[in-house]
């Protein structure tokens, strides 16, 4: 025999006993989204990688080192997502989707970057994020981060901190970076390795920087929100009175830049404290020259992404899952009773669409089978044998309260699993 094939690291099987956490989290984010009026629209996870490479940015941690690219056997090059945004816009362009009003439209979905593996942070993760195009605020910002809200609140997390930051104009930003560039020149010698390669290329990011021997010359830098152009203030201004008219408490953090390049004026995050290192569990920012840039029409534009792994995590912790997973299993004693238990099966869920039933396969004594249902964690045994076929009626063993075995008529089975399931 060959040795076992292993998955592959940072790639993870979400395994049964997870996937109900993961159903609400997805389920209670995606309502929310429909609930606001954002549409659905399903992506490719393949793009060319020049895509990546014009809306993510060439001087960006994804485009430099995340990127998991191939060439087909056409030696095309391809990137595996590392993100949704790019592929949204892409599309939206490509189906004139921008000359209709203003979409605002939301995707799902596995994403991939080749990054160190650790508790929060794997190579293929999952994202929920949703972009507005058309639209150029400040009133849409203020209820995206609203909406973002109210999302992490349905899933019971309410410890979380927003931040938000203004990085202004391009052109606000030019100066400002001129000013930050020379400020960390003067600190040189407390530049880590990558924050030295990044004064050169993306001088923002090193206020990005995790590196805890820089959080003081961090603290110490020139504030972006000190240097913003009067428009981009106002703009920050009027999303904060809309934020604190709703009662919604948050922090403005100039230190706040976001690791993608497409950035202007408003970008936030919700965070916790609760995940260690990995504490954003939602992200996003406005983009308004990105898509005149990749040649489309002058489009203002913002969206949000958020990790699902991350909000699963937090969870988790608060939500078990309460209902069984089975209602009911069906044992099946002798090879005459096989196929009117098939179609009792099939009748039950005709009357019952929401009936979870396993129906036992592959035989086996009553014993053994009533083991299996046992160990299936459903809530009932039925039991099906010659004497239940001869009598049309099926037994009924409640596996949780221990009662004991009842005889019910089909009629009488379909009102007690419908109690079951109305529970
Ligand atoms: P971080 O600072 O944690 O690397 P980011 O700025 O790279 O995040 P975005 O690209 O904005 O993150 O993605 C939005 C959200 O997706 C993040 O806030 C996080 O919840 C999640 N996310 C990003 N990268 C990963 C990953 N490798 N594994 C799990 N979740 C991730
Ligand atoms: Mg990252």
Redesign the pocket.
Known sequence: MGKLIQGIR?FNDILCEATSTWRFVETTVCEILDSYGYEEIRLPVVEKTALFARVIGEVT??VEKEMYTFEDRNGESFTLR??GTAGCVRACLQHGLLHKGQPRVWYSGP?F?Y?R?QK????Q???I?AEVFGAPGPDIDAEMILMTGRMLRSLGLVDLQLQINSLGTPQARASYREQLVSYFRRHHEQLDEDAQRRLHTNPLRIL?S?SPAMQGLIAAAPSILEHLDAASKTHIEQITAILDTAGIPYTLNPRLV???DYYTRTVF??TTERLGA???????GRYDGLIEQIGGPPTPAIG????????VALAAADHAPSEPTLHAYLVVVGEEAVAPAYRLAERLRDCLPRLRLRVNSGGGSFKSQFKRADRSGARYALIFAAEELASTCVSVKDLRERTEQRRLSEADLVVLLAECIAR
Do not use: S
Request: proline share 5%.
């Open positions: 940072g941690d994804i590392p993100e994403m970057r990054e593996p929060g942070r794997y190579r993760f999952h994202q994020g990005d995790k976001r690791g993608l995050e919700w990995q504490g954003t569990v939602c992200a996003g949000f992404a958020t990790g699902i792994e991350r909000l």
